[in-house]
């Protein structure tokens, strides 16, 4: 575990990433100790930082923590940055380029099976995702939604949907959501709420390669029970394909198969493919 | 500084509280080490925690840790609680009683005299406050909004005015907001945004004794600017005057004279009045 590059494994108490959840995180699968998108972690990252007017991290500085970090294996690095300590209040001073950098290595937890190859059972979250365009997309501190959303279930379940105030499906808590409907793939705009998945946007970026034609838009929650498929995704699991939301069934379409597919043989083979 | 009772400045780095706001804070006022308005903190702290799913503070151990902190001196204590370091993950096992309690020490900084003898200007936050009834009235560590919100200004204002997205006057950055129309004072009510200020609890809760008569509804942006007499609070620096607020002006009213010579005189002596 590093901090601003020292051994270390706390942080300061006064550290504004404590005390307002002022920063910004990535959560990174790394193959024998290599990223994978690693550029589009830092992509959004940048943007992040730029929304945020966080001084941006060097790339070169982050991929060489995250490598002595992950020391060549298959595991999923988590990098924190923050605004650092500065004087109490909410304000802070623009010319202070002060930051607090975390890089620090997780397990790979062991995901079922079942998950790739039979498909999984979607909760319909009751918490709402407010409405905030200033931080919509980013993968800020301020998590306690994802957190309140994710308590609404214990098991039988291997993820949640969340809408927004007005009901319009967003995405998981921990992932994003795609659905084919009329041999098009569609993904929630995320102009106003949500996370903006790193995979998520790999695959609306590459859909030519896997035959997929994708667009974002408005997403009823109508819309997503009558889809023809749906699946979730995000960068540590790749893609899980669903099979049950709100007692509608659904099945693998050939080209959740074929994302899959692409997904193993082009990005990670950490990536199960089915 | 003070951490789960050790002598220490600084928490692990998976402590949820950095990783995802996961938790509370309260900011006290302490006089000659004694703490101001300690009951309702505590009650506010105890509503969160309660909403949030964290295991509550003993009063007395808060209590105990504060005055070592506060050594008999004029200054600020800040407490945090978060759920502590868990697996990784958004889901949290409600049966783990786990949690981390920060006791720390503010300087008291000085705030310009003139703010309570001529009172203050305010500006409006561009920045407009999300709807999310599960965390309003919580003072959780979840405060990119109002970072944001500060941002907007450098000098020039003593405070700024948040509204939701719908237009409705919710709070300042760091105080409530109360004005005064027809003879009443209203405040905006919280229900779907902004922190339940301990200052305005407690105003709301003793008006009789200053002879105001209080309450709480839906507040638009007109009724603000059309009001006779405006005033911001909250439990460090007490009641700020407003004298401009979007080219309006406004006069220091004597029921807010009352109010700050009344705590002043029954709450604390630190609260400056005129």
């Given at each position: 575990?590093?901090?601003?590059?020292?051994?270390?494994?706390?942080?300061?108490?006064?550290?504004?990433?404590?005390?307002?959840?002022d920063?910004?995180?990535?959560?990174?699968?790394?193959?024998?100790?290599?990223?994978?998108?690693?550029?589009?972690?830092m992509?959004?990252?940048?943007?992040?930082?730029?929304?945020?007017?966080?001084?941006?991290?060097?790339?070169?500085?982050?991929?060489?923590?995250?490598s002595?970090?992950a020391q060549q294996?298959?595991?999923?690095?988590?990098?924190?940055?923050t605004?650092?300590?500065?004087?109490?209040?909410?304000?802070?001073d623009?010319?202070?380029?002060?930051s607090?950098?975390?890089?620090?290595?997780?397990?790979?937890?062991?995901?079922?099976l079942?998950?790739?190859?039979?498909?999984?059972?979607?909760?319909?979250?009751?918490?709402?995702?407010?409405?905030?365009?200033a931080?919509?997309?980013?993968?800020?501190?301020?998590?306690?939604?994802?957190v309140?959303?994710?308590?609404?279930?214990?098991?039988?379940?291997?993820?949640?949907?969340?809408l927004?105030?007005?009901?319009?499906?967003?995405?998981?808590?921990?992932?994003?959501?795609?659905?084919?409907?009329?041999?098009?793939?569609?993904t929630?705009?995320?102009d106003?709420?949500?996370?903006?998945?790193?995979?998520?946007?790999?695959?609306?970026?590459?859909?030519?390669k896997?035959?997929m034609q994708?667009?974002?838009?408005?997403v009823?929650l109508?819309?997503?029970?009558?889809?023809?498929?749906?699946?979730?995704?995000?960068?540590?699991i790749?893609?899980?394909?669903?099979?049950?939301?709100?007692?509608?069934?659904?099945?693998?379409?050939?080209?959740?198969?074929?994302?899959?597919?692409?997904?193993?043989?082009?990005?990670?083979s950490?990536?199960t493919?089915?």
């Open positions: 575990m590093l901090v601003n590059g020292k051994k270390v494994s706390h942080i300061s108490v006064e550290d504004r990433g404590l005390l307002y959840g920063g910004l995180f990535e959560t990174i699968l790394c193959q024998r100790g290599r990223p994978v998108l690693f550029d589009e972690h992509r959004r990252l940048q943007m992040g930082c730029k929304k945020l007017d966080i001084c941006m991290l060097e790339k070169d500085l982050v991929l060489a923590e995250l002595e970090c294996s298959d595991c999923i690095i988590k990098i924190i940055i605004r650092g300590v500065r004087a109490r209040g909410y304000q802070y623009p010319n202070d380029q002060t607090t950098r975390v890089v620090y290595r997780n397990e790979l937890t062991d995901i079922p079942h998950n790739y190859t039979s498909g999984i059972r979607l909760q319909l979250c009751r918490h709402r995702l407010p409405s905030n365009s931080l919509a997309g980013l993968k800020h501190l301020n998590r306690l939604d994802q309140i959303a994710r308590s609404e279930w214990t098991q039988g379940f291997a993820e949640g949907i969340t927004d105030q007005e009901g319009h499906v967003i995405e998981g808590t921990m992932s994003n959501v795609f659905f084919e409907a009329e041999g098009k793939w569609i929630p705009q995320l106003r709420a949500g996370v903006e998945g790193v995979m998520r946007n790999f695959i609306l970026q590459n859909a030519d896997f035959s994708c667009e974002q838009s408005a009823t109508q819309q997503l029970l009558a889809a023809d498929a749906i699946f979730v995704c995000n960068s540590v790749g893609v899980w394909p669903v099979i049950e939301f709100q007692s509608s069934k659904f099945s693998v379409s050939e080209s959740t198969r074929r994302l899959m597919q692409y997904l193993h043989a082009n990005v990670s950490l990536y493919s089915v």
